[in-house]
């Protein structure tokens, strides 16, 4: 029953006018807590925006006006290393998060955790998507929603009763993913072209927004060129210095 609400994921970008009450929303967001978490730092916070307002802000900065201005709920989710820091001073002790592995660690938590929102909000028959376009404006967002020294969003997350149903995408092949004992870069020749062909089929053929392209070909455009250098810079100013 599990694997089955697991593999029948896809993102939903339109939903019926249906608000989360804050419970809604906490109840998904207790259940969220309960990923794993890296030396139980549990270093993720969560903006839960309900001001209409806000909302139409995020959404410009954002570029992505359908699901925030739509969606029964928006959730940003964030780094946070400010409540630690917080935790430790009431012991008259302070944190040193700028390293590259806390930075790590805040990111790796803020997924597990939102992952397991995005599964509990499935398993009660809501929809989810991610949106990573938060990060099209991190600075302007941080003030917009307040964050401290310390707190960085990481992507933002829609959830709502849906009012389309999506086709799921193929993923690649489990040989592709799974390489035992070393990694096998000559298996690739065969398996890649086999899936462009796969995806090919699945793109001209699916219900909305079709298009004649391949996977290979999208990842080829899409990391062709540096995108949001600017986060580097962005995270440094919060208190992330990679050293």
Known sequence: MVIELLTSHASVRKYKDIPLSKEDVQELVHAGQHAASSHFVQAYSI??????????QLAELANNKRQFLTAGAVLIFCADYCRLAKAAALHG???????????????????????????AAESKGYGICYIGGIRNAPAEISELLGLPDGVAPMFAMSIGVPDEANEVKPRLPVEAIIHENSYDTAKYDELLPAYDQTMHEYYLNRGSN??????????????AAPRRAFMKEFLAKQGFTFK
């Open 210 to 223: 079709q298009k004649d392209t391949a996977w290979s070909v999208q990842m080829a455009d899409f990391l």
């Open 47 to 56: 903006i839960h925006v309900t001001d209409p307002k806000i909302r139409e």
């Open 93 to 119: 002790k302070e944190i040193d998060y700028s390293h590259a592995e806390n930075m790590l660690v805040g990111a790796i938590d803020v997924a597990l955790f939102a992952q397991n929102v995005a599964i």
